[in-house]
């Protein structure tokens, strides 16, 4: 591990411990979750009110700050976007030689060219304002943003086992990412876009009553009326097809990385066109509904753009016929025209706006949904930390089913004393994994109770639990990171000395330093740059460092031949020195030298005793003994013929 990938660890270790030390603080006033969500229109106010604590940060000042100011600068961007219209007004007026040209200004900013350069400069000066505002306000939204990505990311690792092993990564991944770009849209939108569109509306009515008269004012408010009442009614109506086109999209992900994630298998079977033709079906769904969104927002704009048109003819006729009767000038025509237009920006963007926060609360929806799902597994009020005095465990007769129609584990008991090893062995389905799982509180017993040193697990913490005990897997996964990398993880705070320590200590030290990149390799997806044997050895390594006071040994050598097994049994002797160890395990030449090794069958104990013992009982324990015993000869000859052959070749 170079310096780089220990600072690499140290900084993800000291702001993951910081941020779950202030997740609950940081996050007061979060309502979003509990109950589930909708993209119903009734939710709508009720999300964007969840939304606000992180809007507005209690916690973060500068955050407030930046709020206000770009606000201030807002409100000064629509005042001045409201007089650009008159410096149009006033310059056609005096090009015309007609009308009234302000007093209060003067004389030399009353020459057509600098009435010109002025409504110019106006707009410039509007566009700089709306932009500097958005640059205020992006740390404020990424920070919104980055909240709930990260609350959200902690649900999902708090969720259980049961969950996980029914979830689709990649349908998964594409809720996330959707999610928070719909947090994103309707964050900027409301803080920057709602309410400043509708004060932006107030000037602008205010102008045109004391420039024009009542009227106008009332058919613009009709307008205004039915094009939110056009544009509520249509956007509801997109929502049911911008589901759909979500839902495909995730079909199509999932599948996509459920691929990709077993391209060897894809490889083996010869099934990349079945593959393809998977996901193309599902990309056929995704297009048929992005079609009707987009066919669906063509309609949408074209409604909107017939109410504006009427309208925005209505009151320019009225001028029209006011300037041929002399009551109004040839720059008032100018004037309501450019009031209109500039009207007619804000009411596409209230379109624009509720179209973005109606898409965006979809898009929330499945995230939210998410968020709604309960901790099946967490920690009692008044939980305290595991007390380890000598690390001896206890099951008293536990039951346990998945479902209430087939049980995994009948009235099982037994104890592994502090130190000792106690081996679990049985046919497959016989409930041996479901023991380490319900050790790790992965799951919680039906009935009957575990203790560790007398406490029991329901009492304690998770965390503190996960803490005390190391696991060795069958399948090792490792993360696509270096091999230094997977091995700190057991102790992330542990420096460069420790590591190699534990990798001697595993018997992969040599093999890592052989690589040309050495303990900054990289392992690859899930480890599969390395060998079995190879990713055993970084899992045994990485549980070194840990140091655990409890080993579970979960069929570690099962998936491996018998030389590397006999290679990696050695190491994992080592790591079970003088620690509370369980042992399952499908190959019995492992647990020969277990204190105790019980024999599971349909979810109960059907014997228990030393090797030695269970042999001499002639029952099941014997049988499987000497069924493996016969499979481990049949291997040995196989492989010595093969080797045989190579010799006379």
């Not at 007026?93 to 009353?110: K, S, V």
């Not at 399952?584 to 492992?590: D, P």
């Not at 069958?601 to 002639?618: M, N, P, V």
Request: neutral net charge.
């Amino acid at each position: 591990m170079n310096t780089r990938v220990k600072k690499k660890m140290d900084a993800a270790s000291k702001k993951a411990k910081s941020n779950l030390a202030n997740e609950t603080e940081n996050n007061r006033g979060n309502t979003i979750g509990p109950n589930g969500f909708s993209a119903e229109e009734g939710d709508t106010i009720s999300t964007i009110k969840s939304l606000w604590p992180y809007m507005w940060p209690y916690d973060r000042p500068d955050l407030k700050n930046k709020v206000v100011v770009a606000f201030i600068i807002l409100v000064l961007a629509k005042f001045i976007t409201v007089l650009v219209p008159y410096t149009f007004k006033w310059a056609t007026d005096a090009l015309n030689a007609e009308g009234n040209l302000p007093t209060w200004l003067p004389a030399y900013l009353l020459v057509p060219i600098m009435l010109v350069i002025a409504y110019n400069v106006g707009r410039v000066m509007v566009v700089g304002l709306n932009n500097l505002r958005d640059a205020y306000f992006a740390s404020v939204g990424q920070h919104a943003v980055r909240q709930l990505s990260a609350i959200v990311f902690r649900h999902i690792h708090g969720l259980s086992l049961r969950y996980h092993l029914q979830r689709k990564t990649g349908g998964l991944s594409r809720i996330i990412e959707r999610g928070t770009k719909g947090i994103e849209s309707i964050v900027r939108f409301t803080i920057l876009n709602g309410g400043p569109t509708i004060l932006e509306f107030v000037f602008m009515a205010v102008v045109v009553w004391l420039q024009f008269g009542i009227i106008y004012v009332v058919i613009m408010g009709v307008m205004v009326w039915l094009y939110t009442w056009f544009t509520i009614k249509a956007s509801n109506w997109r929502i049911a097809i911008r589901r759909q086109m979500n839902d495909s999209d995730t079909e199509a992900n999932s599948k996509a990385i459920d691929s990709l994630l077993n391209f060897e298998t894809v490889k083996y079977f010869g099934n990349e066109e079945m593959e393809a033709k998977r996901f193309d079906e599902s990309m056929a769904g995704y297009e048929r509904a992005a079609t009707k969104v987009w066919t669906s927002l063509a309609w949408l704009n074209f409604g909107q753009a017939v109410i504006l048109g009427v309208g925005m003819a209505t009151c320019m006729v009225l001028s029209a016929q006011a300037v041929s009767a002399g009551t109004q000038t040839l720059g008032d025509f100018v004037l309501i025209n450019a009031l209109l237009i500039q009207l007619s920006m804000p009411l596409h963007f209230i379109g624009f706006i509720y179209r973005e926060i109606r898409q965006g609360l979809t898009d929330l929806e499945s995230m939210f949904n998410l968020l709604a799902v309960e901790h099946e597994i967490s920690d009692k009020e008044g939980a305290q930390d595991l007390d380890i005095s000598n690390g001896s465990i206890k099951f008293s007769n536990v039951d346990f089913h998945y479902d209430p129609e087939r049980g995994i584990l009948k009235d099982v008991s037994f104890e592994v004393p502090a130190g000792k090893t106690v081996a679990i062995v049985g046919p497959s389905g016989a409930g041996k994994s479901t023991i380490s799982r319900l050790l790790f509180r992965f799951y919680d017993v039906t009935n009957g109770a575990i203790t560790i040193d007398g406490q029991n697990l329901m009492d304690i913490t998770q965390k503190s639990l996960r803490n005390a005990i190391g696991m060795v897997p069958q399948d090792t996964v490792l993360f696509n990171e270096s091999i230094a990398y997977n091995i700190g993880y057991g102790r992330v705070e542990a420096g460069i000395e420790e590591v190699e320590k534990a990798s001697e200590m595993a018997q992969i030290g040599d093999f890592i330093r052989s690589l040309p990149d050495g303990y900054d390799t990289q392992v690859g997806e899930r480890g599969l740059k390395l060998s079995g044997g190879e990713k055993q050895r970084v899992a045994i390594a990485r549980t070194l460092l840990k140091a655990p006071p409890i080993l579970i040994l979960d069929e570690a050598t099962s998936a491996l031949d018998t030389q590397t097994e006999r290679e990696i049994q050695t190491a994992l002797d080592e790591v079970s020195k003088n620690r509370t160890t369980l042992v399952i395990a499908h190959r019995l030449s492992t647990v020969i030298n277990a204190d105790e090794i019980i024999v599971l069958k349909a979810g109960s104990i059907a014997e228990r005793g030393t090797h030695k013992q269970l042999l001499r009982k002639k029952g099941l324990y014997s049988d499987m003994w000497s069924r493996q015993r016969e499979a481990n000869k049949a291997e040995e000859l196989l492989r010595a013929a093969k080797a045989k052959t190579r010799t006379a070749t």
